[in-house]
């Protein structure tokens, strides 16, 4: 399904990039040979540098778009035979269309173009007509530009991996020698046997999963992912088909995508930076959201598994599987009941959220030096050559985080060429009125669509509304919670699977893509409930 997703993001990226350019060319959205009336005064007779001014009736009228007040920037201006050669200064507060132009020709800070003086002055200066160079094929640029800034960010990505990926194999190497391993499997055997029952309950895969996870809870992102490739590791030795998902890959990724963290601590720091009254609050919506995107993807990896083999159509499937698919439903339910009734509020009421919010965070600091000097004493303690193991398990670390870069150049320049060439506005505009009916807001799309796709890319649309709205109104709350409540399901997929080279994913990309959609719908009901 991986294939077909990523053939989908090229195509559909690349489709729309070349839709909108020729809307925009048959348009002529940008003015392509056609002159602005402006007003341009110099600084003095000598002087090369000017102020430019386009009212507000003529910009708007021109471009088709809708400007609060009269355009004014400084230009440079270069004499020519029967005009000046313009150098029109582009910055943040400019206009969006001329941003967009400025970028098209790859000069972001100006636009290039003539400026045809009249011969009466006035207040404001000389009048003047101005007509900019050409402006083509924006949305095809950008997806190029996109490509190559995608590629390079996805082999930094690895390349910042490889000391973290050493540092972290280096010390499972050491706590596998010394027996650890075996004993944090065994500890917590009676919840991984359930989830993960083909996998053997001493096998090093369950202790590395059982890290990864916790990690993952922790917030403590750079731990969880060297934990993640070296449960894959150990999971496909245990493979009797190699390239393709097994089910406890599966299951073991439908945990990770749906993201549970009980601090998302880079949301609230999103908010912190904006102001906020009150940034820890989305805690308890995060965390909501995040179970049930966490039991929807462990419910779905469950049955598909036990559907795709069982090698029995889906009716006899069913009538074999019946039961235990009412039982799924009907304890959904339940968990549903008793949270809308307020019962689990009642129960936990007594707890302070401050005093939990400050013990997490105490955990989440010293959780990384307290394993790192417990696995290694713990070595010590019992012979192990510590150093010698450290380095043999970074340079397999080192060799991993190299062998990930051609799965995230595939998909992370799929994304960028996806977003670039305006598929992203296509699917917005297609799912609006379906949202409206959940009651989520259309300014709240982007973000829930954005965040399966990319970290920094959600991070952004996630910043951009809390600017807008303020981060303690209901879509700062709203979307602040989708980035707690969901993971970049492609990104973790393209990686982990990336690491042990499986091309077959089976039922993994759906079942990851169904639990981002729980934790959406749950991050908006929960918000609608307590601040709609």
């Excluded at 159509?313 to 809308?340: H, M, P, Q």
């Excluded at 990384?368 to 012979?383: E, H, N, R, T």
Aim: charged fraction near 15%; aromatic fraction near 10%.
């Amino acid at each position: 399904m991986l294939n077909y997703i990523w053939f989908a993001l090229i195509i559909l990226g690349i489709g729309s990039a070349v839709t909108y350019d020729v809307l925009d060319s048959t348009n002529n959205k940008y003015g392509n040979g056609e002159r602005l009336e402006a007003r341009v005064e110099f600084q003095d007779d000598n002087s090369k540098e000017a102020k430019v001014t386009v009212s507000q009736k003529e910009f708007s009228e021109f471009y088709g778009v809708k400007v609060s007040e009269n355009v004014i920037t400084n230009a440079r201006l270069s004499k020519s035979d029967d005009h000046y050669t313009l150098f029109l200064k582009v910055d943040d507060s400019s206009p969006a269309i001329w941003r967009e132009m400025a970028a098209a020709v790859g000069k972001e800070d100006d636009l290039l173009g003539k400026v045809f003086l009249k011969n009466n002055y006035g207040a404001g200066g000389q009048s003047a007509t101005m007509e900019f160079e050409p402006i083509l094929f924006v949305k095809l640029k950008n997806v190029t530009n996109s490509l190559l800034n995608y590629a390079g960010v996805a082999v930094n990505i690895a390349i910042g991996l490889i000391g973290i990926m050493a540092l972290w194999l280096g010390i499972i190497k050491v706590a596998e020698k010394a027996g650890l391993i075996n004993l944090i499997a065994k500890s917590v055997r009676p919840i991984t046997k359930f989830l993960f029952p083909d996998v053997p309950h001493d096998h090093p895969a369950v202790s590395s999963m059982v890290m990864n996870i916790s990690a993952n809870m922790l917030g403590l992102g750079n731990a969880a992912t060297p934990f993640g490739i070296k449960a894959m590791e150990e999971l496909d030795k245990l493979n009797p088909e190699k390239g393709t998902a097994t089910n406890a890959m599966c299951t073991f990724l439908a945990i990770n995508t749906a993201g549970l963290t009980l601090i998302p601590t880079t949301a609230i720091a999103v908010r912190a930076a904006a102001g906020s009254s009150d940034p820890t609050i989305i805690i308890g919506t995060s965390i909501f959201g995040a179970t049930c995107a966490t039991i929807t993807g462990i419910t779905a990896a469950k049955l598909f598994e036990t559907f795709s083999g069982s090698g029995l159509t889906f009716s006899e499937w069913l009538s074999d599987n019946y039961r235990k698919l009412i039982g799924v439903l009907g304890g959904l339910a339940v968990l549903l009941f008793l949270i809308l009734s307020g019962v689990f509020t009642t129960i936990f009421s007594f707890v302070d959220p401050v005093v939990l919010k400050t013990i997490i965070q105490v955990v989440s600091l010293v959780a990384i030096p307290l394993i790192i000097f417990s696995f290694l004493v713990y070595g010590l303690l019992k012979k192990v050559n510590i150093y010698e193991e450290f380095v043999e398990g970074a340079k397999e670390g080192f060799n991993i985080a190299l062998r990930i870069i051609p799965y995230l150049v595939a998909m992370l320049v799929a994304i960028g060429i996806f977003r670039a060439g305006g598929a992203m506005e296509i699917l917005i505009g297609a799912l609006t009125p379906l949202t409206n009916l959940i009651g989520m807001p259309a300014e709240a799309l982007p973000m829930a669509l954005m965040r399966p796709l990319s970290g920094s890319g959600s991070i952004g649309v996630m910043t951009e509304i809390i600017s807008v709205h303020g981060p303690d109104s209901f879509l700062g709350v709203l979307t602040s919670t989708f980035l707690g409540s969901t993971e970049t399901t492609l990104y973790v997929l393209a990686v982990y699977f990336g690491a042990v080279n499986i091309k077959r994913t089976r039922h993994a990309v759906f079942v990851g893509l169904l639990a981002d959609v729980a934790g959406i719908l749950a991050a908006l009901f929960i918000v609608n409930l307590l601040f709609g």
